[in-house]
């Protein structure tokens, strides 16, 4: 198959599905491959799909081990959505605010839901579904996971909770989102709709809310969360530093690699205020971990702090077993100060 090349480096191309990515060595140019479209040939490169696996996007040459090994070691977590909107807030009538906190179990799917009544007045309950349970539950036939949650509705906001109004499955399609225009429209139509998403059938993303790093990656790996890859820009809402994970943080992170982008190509059309923030907010990553263990064994200030924390932590855990077994209030309370005046 024949590739159409595009080497206009001053194009901005966005909404590209990008398949592989490769350094030109002359130009410095990278040239990205969509899955089913032509070749591009741009100067800079803006992630915005953020932790991906290799066998999702290929880089040549490979990036830094730093950044694989994030890849490799922040997987996305695993929540399933679900919006049932009704005729009326019968919760809010009721005295309830609709936000409900609960164990999940084999008989209750979701660990929590919010009102979620639109800025119109059409009246909805969201709920998310979350981790093991969203594993155990998208195994199941859509039936039983839409009879488990709004049995377990009923049995916390009593039986007006049945009275939803349709059930459709995944995403909201077109002619779902008319259905609702004209359930909105009539309020006494009793069709009955549910819309639940998963989003770990998200092609580019997998999962939700966001990748977490398994127990040691923050303390060697976290620098790497922002930090270019040569002329590869990282962006998405993993790489917030307020409201991660949410769409706000997903502006912010975009707002900050526009400003790391434009520093690199134009510095002069920056402000002064600006320039600092770039250079504050690309956090360098040590070239090794002399910084957070020396070669004689020690710890530094920040691994030390670390290292106390873990104490101190292992010392709550203890007095905590020591009072359930019964061994006395005042023995664990002991056990826990000598642990934290050492």
Not at 131 to 156: F, I, P, T
Not at 282 to 296: C, E, F, G, Y
Request: hydrophobic share 40%; net charge positive; with cysteine.
């Amino acid at each position: 198959m024949t590739h159409q090349r595009n080497r206009n480096p001053g194009l901005i191309t966005t909404f590209l599905m990008v398949s592989k990515m490769r350094l030109l060595g002359n130009w410095s140019l990278q040239e990205t491959v969509h899955a089913e479209g032509p070749e591009h040939f741009r100067r800079f490169r803006l992630i915005t799909y953020y932790i991906l696996t290799p066998a999702q996007i290929q880089y040549r040459p490979a990036l830094p081990m730093e950044r694989q090994r994030l890849a490799q070691c922040m997987p996305v977590g695993h929540m399933t959505k679900f919006i049932i909107t009704y005729p009326t807030a019968f919760w809010k009538q009721k005295g309830f605010s609709g936000e409900i906190v609960a164990h999940p179990s084999k008989s209750c799917p979701f660990g929590v839901t919010f009102d979620a009544t639109s800025s119109s007045g059409s009246p909805a309950l969201v709920g998310f579904i979350a981790g093991v349970q969203a594993c155990y539950w998208n195994n199941r036939e859509m039936e039983d996971r839409r009879h488990a949650v709004v049995s377990s509705l009923v049995k916390y906001l009593g039986l007006e909770a049945a009275s939803y109004i349709h059930y459709e499955e995944k995403a909201l399609t077109l002619k779902s989102l008319k259905l609702l225009r004209l359930v909105n429209q009539k309020p006494s139509e009793k069709r009955r709709l549910k819309c639940q998403k998963d989003w770990a059938q998200e092609e580019y993303n997998g999962g939700c809310p966001v990748n977490i790093m398994v127990p040691g990656m923050l303390t060697f790996y976290h620098p790497g969360l922002r930090k270019p890859c040569g002329r590869i820009y990282w962006a998405g809402t993993e790489t917030a530093t307020q409201w991660c994970g949410y769409l706000s943080g997903a502006v912010q992170s975009g707002q900050r690699a526009a400003l790391e982008v434009l520093a690199d190509v134009s510095p002069d059309v920056l402000s002064h205020g600006e320039l600092q923030e770039v250079r504050g907010d690309i956090i360098k990553a040590p070239s090794d971990l002399s910084r957070v263990w020396d070669h004689t064994g020690g710890f530094t200030t920040s691994s030390r702090l670390l290292k106390s924390l873990t104490i101190m932590a292992v010392a709550v855990g203890g007095a905590m077993f020591l009072r359930k077994a019964g061994l006395g209030k005042k023995l664990s309370q002991s056990f826990f100060l000598v642990v934290i005046q050492k």
